[in-house]
């Protein structure tokens, strides 16, 4: 009976790990797809106003002509908007971007695409098998494909809050221009 207990630790203790994994890998593809979303959106809106104030500022035969774009209390805005439509697009496009974390040497994970997609078939199946030959192997590369996953919605989350920054800014500015030069 002794060593039914002493199993039983050993059993939840795995149980235990194997949820961790689960449930942390399903939040980091969760969280991946939040973040993705977030960047089409404010991607396709910042891009969508470029468009809008590119054809605005261009529907008149010259900017001259054009009778939206001889008051300043237009131009000034529109200007501001365009800009930072622009810089916000390019940043949210920067989290859209796939980007790969580059490991060297124990802190590769063969669990990694980057890490075997070169190798043949002979060689990664070999070093999957020596690593599915010790647990602590396996979990060992499950961790480090955690960190980093991590690193890349680290920076996805840090390029999407400076392109919400910036668009945020883009919307203060064109207004408080706006009112200014309305007002003088």
């Known amino acids: 009976m002794e060593t039914n207990e002493e199993k039983r630790p050993s059993k939840e203790k795995h149980d235990a790990m194997n949820t961790l994994f689960s449930v942390n890998g399903r939040n980091q593809l969760e969280m991946i797809a939040i973040a993705d979303n977030k960047a089409n959106m404010i991607t396709a809106i910042c891009v969508a106003l470029v468009f809008l104030i590119i054809t605005l500022f261009s529907s008149g035969v010259s900017i001259k002509g ?9 131009v000034m805005p529109l ?37 075997y997609y070169r190798k043949s078939l002979s060689d990664f199946k070999k070093e999957m098998h020596e690593m599915m030959d010790t647990p602590d192997m396996i979990y060992d590369h499950m961790l480090k494909d955690m960190y980093f996953n991590g690193l890349v919605l680290e920076r996805k989350y840090a ?26």
Do not use: D, W
Not at 66 to 74: A, D, G, K, T, W
Not at 84 to 113: M, T
Not at 164 to 183: D, E, G, K, Q
């Open 66 to 74: 054009s009778s939206i774009l001889q008051s300043m209390e237009f």
């Open 79 to 115: 200007g501001i908007l365009l800009a930072f439509s622009c810089v916000s697009a390019i940043c949210a496009i920067l989290a859209l971007k796939p980007k790969i974390v580059r490991a060297k040497g124990e802190s590769k994970s063969a669990l990694f695409f980057h890490n």
């Open 159 to 184: 390029l999407l809050g400076f392109s919400y920054s910036i668009f945020l800014l883009a919307i203060v500015c064109s207004v408080t221009s706006y009112v200014l030069t309305s007002v003088f």
